[in-house]
């Protein structure tokens, strides 16, 4: 696909994007995103889990661009409760409050928040070209691609979730096979026959994803929030000066595009949730700075590079998703879900098969930034006004709407049950250090590796070998085993430092 | 670390009898695999996680932050109440209907966690159920249960 090939799709997606009915659904999903974003009681993956019941009567267009909006406008809104209240709205804007809040209290709140509009354009500018021309690339080369490279693809990428993941791996490790074993509920598709379902009917169709992930991601957030108070102390002060003065613009813009082009190929990487480039990329640019001291004070290059870095590497992410139909994170295993629930077959052939939905959806990324600009900047006000609602009323909404979100997509109440199960043991798992995304991943892509798994032993008439004589599999085998033996390498490193400290004292 | 050792021992058992319902299944041959293959690999590799996470917390010594955490309780009751709150509310759900379960889930809530008078609950939770109503029911046509209201006018509307 040359440039000019690229430009005339990217053409048709603006006349998809902009059709009236898909614009709107653009400027709910960026709204609904930032709204999210702004308030710390729910996140981007649990409002797409909730939004996404109301999206199966919609076009799978104006469906994807509005879940789409989501998840980018949450990384807008995130920056908003950091550094006005010095709580992050999303864990990819902890690093926002490292500099933006010190702003705030200096009496540039105003500069903070508009510079971390404009980066967050900026950056989110960069990345929407850059997904525009990799995933197609991408895409043509994994075209020969058969069962057993997908289940060598499926396998690292779990495993790259798992050895991401914030707390132990092997409790990863655990709850990516429970994810792998849940997807097997119902009838095989294979042999037809039911599995797990111990004659209840509401189990044969399988485990429905959406009380599963709107349990383990939103009712189990508000679970959480009922034993902690929400606490914080929202600035009294006016805010004022949202634009920038030349001298940010010429401390931030090298940051901007620096941070914003590192972030999107971070977020290439299988696994790489967008809160740590933003880590990564505020520690390169306190290096990289005249001035490291002024860091962690109130440097405004420490606001503009990471709030760049973080809406990069949600396009980065994206990749993966569009040009092979694998998901990275638990945001993209939802966008997966999505397009399996709408009929779509994401993979290789998914852009070339559906150009209105991919360029449809590039084209109202552009379009999404631009509205988040025009909306961040003059609805700040707005956005501080919301922080004040009283989060216990904003946790029994939640609720509320979890239910509904649950209950409405097929008027059964043996869901709701599974939405509070799961709910429970979100909240007993995040307490007890189990994360959910592996879980989710497995169960979303159980189905394809089984499938693959199967395929590929019936290819190699029952010899694993296939998986190591074939090229890219191969690659994607050794890849995984690295990951494995890096975390071990890793954990054993830890010990011994930590035996030897012990001896020192 | 006693948490690890439970949670282990769970997810080994359940591991473990997921191997056995697996077996049940039918593994088929190696060339063809049988309905119960993937979920007798997952039951494997989550009985051999169990383990090792097992032996992992009977070496591990539990550091002070590990004793530090067990002796914060915070708002320990604060998920029961809301446990018990939702749990009742899904049960009355369709019973008594959208409107009257979200009403007394409301006023359940925010007597349980606010000192607030009772007029300033009641009222909240009435605006609450009545917007949710209004909105989920009414304009984006969700389906929700009118429960023992149905047959009154509103709620035929839809």
Redesign the interface.
Known sequence: MDGMETFNFLLHGFSVALQPINLFYCFVGVLAGTLVGVLPAIGPVAAVALLLPTTFHLNPTGAIIMLAGVNYGAQYGGSTTSILINVPGETSSVVTTFDGHPMALQGRAGAALGMAAFGSFIAGTISIVGLMFFAPVLGRAAVSFSAPEYFALMIMSLTMVTYIARGSMIKALIMASAGLILSTVGMDIISTKNRFTYNLLCLQEGINFIPVTIGLFGLREVFSNFETTFKGDILRTKIKGLLPTLQDWKDSILPILRCGTFGFFMGILPGISPSVPTFISYGIEKKLSKHPERFGKGAIEGVAGPEACNNAAVSGTQIPLFSLGIPTNTMNTMLLAALIIWGMSPGPQFIRNSPDLFWGLIASMYIGNVLLLLLNLPLIPLWVRILRVPPLLLNVLIIIFCVIGVYSVNGQIEDVYLLIIFGVVGFLGKKLGYEGAPFILAFILGQRIEISLRQSLIMSDGSFSIFLTRPICAVFIALTLAIIILAVVGTLRTKIKAIESEEEF | MK??KV?SLF?LL??IF?VG?SVK??LG???????????F???I??SL??V??MV?SFLVKPRIKDKEARNET???Y??F???I???I??FI??WLG?LIS?FL??TF??KC??QKRWWKILL?AGV?SLS?FVI?DIL?K????AGILRGLSVLSLK
């Open positions: 948490q690890d949670t997810w359940f591991g997921i319902e299944l039918g041959k190696i060339q063809e695999p049988g309905p119960g293959f993937v979920s690999l997952g039951g590799c989550l996680f169990s090792v996470l992992k915070g708002k320990r604060g998920f109440f809301a446990l709150g939702v749990l509310y899904v759900f369709e959208f979200t889930l409301v809530l925010l966690f606010e909240t609450v949710a989920f984006l969700a389906e929700l249960p």
